[in-house]
T-cell receptor
Framework: GQNIDQPTEMTATEGAIVQINCTYQ??????LFWYQQHAGEAPTFLSY??LDGLEEKGRFSSFLSRSKGYSYLLLKELQMKDSASYLC??????????WGAGTKLIIKP | NAGVTQTPKFRVLKTGQSMTLLCAQD?????MYWYRQDPGMGLRLIHY???????AKGEVPDGYNVSRLKKQNFLLGLESAAPSQTSVYFC????????????FGPGTRLTVL
């Protein structure tokens, strides 16, 4: 079967750095997405990785290792508005997105 | 440019009732998707469409039907609602390539009593 694992919840302090991990086992791989979802709202796109390595975009970076079936999302200089759920999703061999359950990130002052 | 819109935003149904959720996008996107999101679970694909007049089943299609008569609209129907269909429903669309970013509508919160 196909499986995407993320921690259910994480807590971090305003101004700090947090790393949210995602491991996956899917039938094929055509890229990995990270989305942010605030409570009661729709997911919004953060990043897309298809090659190994780190993609940096402002305060957010995403890393991919295809051989390990592993990705992480790194958030720097955390702000209160970063409190949200972070969803990892993998595009499988049929170009269908398989979604993780999401990681709820709680930012404390 | 409104992006992706969904109607209604909220709905309460009784078991056995039917309803249709409408998704509309004004970005000329080819691909459209219907997902449901339940607590503690990832988004699950119900049905999708890769172009006007085409539809395909996703991961959890049972109890739902869809139609894509116009490129900009993707309708999700529940013929006989069940409490297990209580969920938040999201519509999404992408321009064309499968690796494109998915743009989501604001969601429809459906409760079936």
């Amino acid at each position: 079967g196909q499986n995407i694992d993320q921690p259910t919840e994480m807590t971090a302090t305003e101004g700090a750095i947090v790393q949210i991990n995602c491991t996956y086992q899917t039938s094929g791989f055509n890229g990995l997405f990270w989305y942010q979802q605030h409570a009661g709202e729709a997911p919004t796109f953060l990043s897309y990785n298809v090659l190994d390595g780190l993609e940096e975009k402002g305060r957010f970076s995403s890393f991919l290792s295809r051989s390990k079936g592993y990705s992480y999302l790194l958030l720097k200089e955390l702000q209160m508005k970063d409190s949200a759920s972070y969803l990892c999703a993998v595009l499988d061999s049929n170009y269908q997105l398989i979604w993780g359950a999401g990681t709820k990130l709680i930012i404390k002052p | 440019n409104a992006g992706v819109t969904q109607t209604p935003k909220f709905r309460v149904l009784k078991t056995g009732q039917s309803m249709t959720l409408l998704c509309a996008q004004d970005m000329n996107h080819e691909y459209m998707y219907w997902y449901r999101q339940d607590p503690g679970m990832g988004l699950r694909l119900i049905h999708y469409s890769v172009g006007e007049g085409t539809t395909a089943k996703g991961e959890v299609p049972d109890g739902y039907n869809v139609s894509r008569l116009k490129k900009q609209n993707f309708l999700l129907g529940l013929e006989s609602a069940a409490p297990s269909q209580t969920s938040v429903y999201f519509c999404a669309s992408i321009l064309g390539g499968e690796t494109d970013t998915q743009y989501f509508g604001p969601g429809t919160r459906l409760t079936v009593l």
